[in-house]
């Protein structure tokens, strides 16, 4: 089955570029998406289609996807981005899959 | 706005049911497959279930495939989720999402419901 493995967690200071991987076999033959969730509230989904942006999201967020990782980059990070990020992409044998998870702390 | 509410959710014990709904409103309900995402206290979140537009077409994670039953009315823009034999591992918030597709294997949630809680416990 297909499975998205991603680092459990990721440590960036204030103002600084924060990278989050994603791992997936081929997954760069796929479309990966990304989504925020901070504590209490639903996730969000801030990055589509390996590097679009919804509307509203800000231009800090960024997305890259090749051969078996995407990556959802944030440059400059604000305390506000503090929140747990999940990737998820769609395979034609597991369907939908979502990544493990990874928090994101602003220190 | 798009708009997404769930209800439905509460204590059940182990091998009981519960029915889960999902009022949409804020767009055209019958053009968009619908999934239900749970996530457990303090785990990550899990693709339960999603249904076509139509209804026609429906998928289950295997963790649940044979209890769980999704089901939408276009006529009343809602989605439900039967729940049957439950277990205590499947105590989670459940989500409903609107799904987008950008075509083929561009699967993504771009609208999210705040999740209405399942406790399975005795």
């Known amino acids: 089955s297909f499975e998205l493995t991603q680092p459990p967690s990721v440590s960036v200071s204030p103002g600084q570029t924060a990278s989050i991987s994603c791992s997936g076999d081929?997954?760069?033959?796929?479309?990966a998406c990304w989504y925020q969730q901070k504590p209490g509230q639903s996730p969000v989904m801030v990055i589509y289609?390996?590097?679009k942006r919804p509307s509203g999201i800000p231009e800090r967020f960024s997305g890259s996807n090749s051969g078996n990782t995407a990556t959802l980059t944030i440059s400059g990070t604000q305390a506000m981005d503090e929140a747990d990020y999940y990737c998820?992409?769609?395979?034609?044998?597991?369907?939908?899959?979502f990544g493990g998870g990874t928090k994101l702390t602003v220190l | 706005e798009v708009q997404l509410l769930e209800s439905g959710g509460g204590l059940v014990q182990p091998g009981g049911s519960l029915r889960l709904s999902c009022a949409a409103s804020g767009f055209t309900f019958s053009n968009y497959a619908m999934t239900w995402v749970r996530q457990a206290p303090g785990k990550e979140l899990e693709w339960v279930s999603t249904?076509?537009?139509?209804?026609?077409?429906?998928y289950y994670a295997d963790s649940v495939k044979g209890r769980f039953t999704i089901s939408r009315d276009n006529s009343k823009n809602t989605l439900y989720l039967q729940m049957s034999s439950l277990r205590a591992e499947e105590t989670a918030v459940y989500y409903c999402a609107k799904e987008t597709r950008g075509g083929y294997a561009n699967h993504y949630f771009d609208y999210w419901g705040q999740g209405t809680l399942v406790t399975v416990s005795s």
């Open positions: 998820q992409a769609w395979d034609s044998s597991t369907l939908w899959v």
């Open positions: 289609q390996d590097s």
């Open positions: 249904i076509s537009g139509s209804g026609g077409s429906t």
């Open positions: 081929k997954l760069g033959d796929k479309y």
